[in-house]
């Protein structure tokens, strides 16, 4: 009996390795589209990114946090409008409901990047580290785009924020 259980006990652990590895590569319950951040002027020290972030499982996620390589310091935004007045606040997590996609975009959530290292230049691409609230991480990288006209025009509409 011994004998035949050791295999089984081998066939049962092996799959285990591989399945945390990967999970601490990249997130298999999110996916990632349009990923950017935005170019800024010569001088700046803060920029912001937006993506797609879609949850097509069923269980509620949320992003929880972030880090970069161009940034010293990257948090989790949102705008608020506070007696009329759209204000920018930082939040613990942006929530990502089962089945369900969550637009990072200006004049909404978004990842705030301060204290860059160098500034983003049209063309570049920014790696980024999301990281959500089951423990998995997931690096994107993001190129650097100017905001289109579209973005600006959607963000007057909705209300004044500002420059990011
Ligand atoms: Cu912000």
């Known amino acids: 009996m011994r004998l035949a259980a050791l295999p089984l006990a081998l066939l049962c652990l092996s799959p285990l390795p591989l399945a945390v590895f990967s999970a601490a590569v990249e997130a298999q319950s999110i996916t990632v589209d349009d990923p950017r951040v ?40 949102n705008h608020v409008m506070v ?11 942006i929530p990502l409901p089962a089945g369900e996609t969550v637009h990072l975009a200006p004049g909404g959530w978004h990842l705030m990047m301060f204290d860059l290292a160098a500034v983003p230049v049209e063309g570049e691409r920014v790696e980024l580290t999301l990281t959500l609230d089951n423990g998995e991480r997931l690096v994107v990288e993001a190129p650097v785009r100017r905001l289109k006209p579209m973005e600006m025009i959607k963000g007057e509409e909705t209300g004044k924020h500002s420059a990011h």
């Open 83 to 93: 007696d009329g007045v759209m204000q920018m606040r930082r939040v613990e997590a």
């Open 38 to 77: 935005r170019a800024v002027p010569p001088g700046s020290t803060t920029t912001a990114a937006f993506m797609t972030l879609s949850n097509p499982g069923e269980t509620d996620l949320a992003l929880v946090g972030g880090r970069s390589p161009l940034a010293v310091t990257l948090e989790l935004h």
